[in-house]
């Protein structure tokens, strides 16, 4: 059984919506991650959360807000959606955000097109 | 800044054969985390070994080791004895331990395939 859980698997998009990407991680770690992944690009570091806790932010834009209801959970809200965000988004988690238990494990991913 | 290099973007190979896949990476941190994933044709990511910087031995996990040169900051993965199923996008990726930035950076990746 997947240990991390993304939803949806394939989501299309119209141009200016707003999406809501699901991420629960059922492994125990504290650390939750969003990364991104583009055709041409390799896999793109968004933030990291630690406790619920926002440590690092590297999306440029706020139309990009994650949300943490519950420490296992962690969502992705993008509003005003535009072309170029088609890509995959993965959630990932570690035990650990600063100590050594820091390996990541990744979702199987939402496939984010946006139209 | 940090940055891990992959130059390799495809190889073949046949199976049953070792293969090699390099990686350099570029920090200024003392002690980082080194990792090695494999990506597969249905996307799912699979975390396959790391590598403390601090430690000397090479990380063996399997059929996957790996060859750290801390010296000429580089970290290759062995893959002996592959199978068919070890064709995918393998990725190398960095964490550095103490200078506040604890991103991990992931390489571009280069797709192993594995003929018969």
């Known amino acids: 059984d997947p240990k991390i859980i993304q939803k949806p698997k394939y989501l299309v998009a119209v141009t200016g919506s707003e999406k809501i990407l699901i991420c629960e991680q059922y492994l125990g770690h504290n650390a939750m991650y969003w990364y991104r992944q583009s055709a041409k690009k390799p896999l793109e570091f968004m933030f990291s959360?630690?406790?619920?806790?926002?440590?690092d932010n590297q999306t440029a834009s706020s139309r990009f807000q994650p949300q943490s209801s519950k420490k296992n959970h962690l969502d992705l809200q993008i509003t005003a959606l535009k072309p170029d965000d088609s890509a995959t988004y993965f959630c990932?988690?570690?035990?650990?955000?600063?100590?050594?238990?820091?390996?990541?494990?990744f979702g199987a991913g939402t496939r984010l097109s946006v139209l | 800044a940090q940055k891990v290099t992959q130059t390799q973007t495809s190889i073949s190979v046949v199976e049953k054969t070792t293969v090699t896949m390099d990686c350099v990476y570029e920090t200024r941190d003392s002690s980082y985390f080194l990792f090695w994933y494999k990506q597969t044709a249905s996307g799912e990511i699979v975390f396959l070994i790391r590598?403390?910087?601090?430690?000397?031995e090479n990380a063996t996990v399997g059929h996957y080791s790996l060859n750290f040169q801390k010296p000429k900051s580089s970290i290759g993965l062995i893959i002996t004895a592959t199978q068919i199923e070890d064709s995918a996008v393998y990725f190398c990726a960095m964490r550095p331990v103490n200078t506040g930035n604890y991103k991990y950076v992931f390489g571009a990746g280069t797709r192993l395939k594995v003929i018969a």
């Open positions: 590598q403390d910087s601090y430690k000397k």
């Open positions: 990932a988690s570690s035990q650990d955000w600063l100590g050594g238990q820091n390996t990541l494990y």
């Open positions: 959360y630690s406790y619920q806790k926002l440590m």
